[in-house]
Nanobody, 126 residues
């Protein structure tokens, strides 16, 4: 099993930057595909970014492409989401998620991720 704890959320003005972190427990972190999702009030949870187990493959939702960057440090059991040029529509609770998938196939559907963090709030003011 994997336990995930997100941090780094907060209140930011439009155009600013935030970096989210997700710390994972367990000794097999490097065999897990990781994803970031977000959920705004009244909306469904949506895919934000994916990174393969080795970090060699990434994928992004069109809404964040070019502004957000996902990365991971397997030695520290941590995945990051660097968010630049933030917009008010980025306001949401951000969740990291893990799927046992040592390969590089993109996983962007929430139901394919077995483990989830508790979420961290990101609020972007205009």
């Amino acid at each position: 099993q994997v336990q995930l704890v997100e941090s780094g959320g907060g209140l930011m003005q439009a155009g600013g930057s935030l970096r989210l972190s997700c710390a994972a427990s367990g000794r097999t972190f490097s065999r897990y595909t990781m994803g970031w999702f977000r959920q705004a009030p009244g909306k469904e949870r949506e895919f934000v970014a994916f990174i393969s187990a080795t970090g060699g493959s990434t994928s992004y939702a069109d809404s964040v492409k070019g502004r957000f960057t996902i990365s991971r440090d397997n030695a520290k059991n941590t995945v990051y989401l660097q968010m630049n040029s933030l917009k008010p529509e980025d306001t949401a609770v951000y969740y990291c998620a893990a799927a046992w998938a040592p390969g590089s196939i993109v996983i962007s559907t929430a139901t394919e991720y077995a483990y989830w963090g508790q979420g961290t709030q990101v609020t972007v003011s205009s």
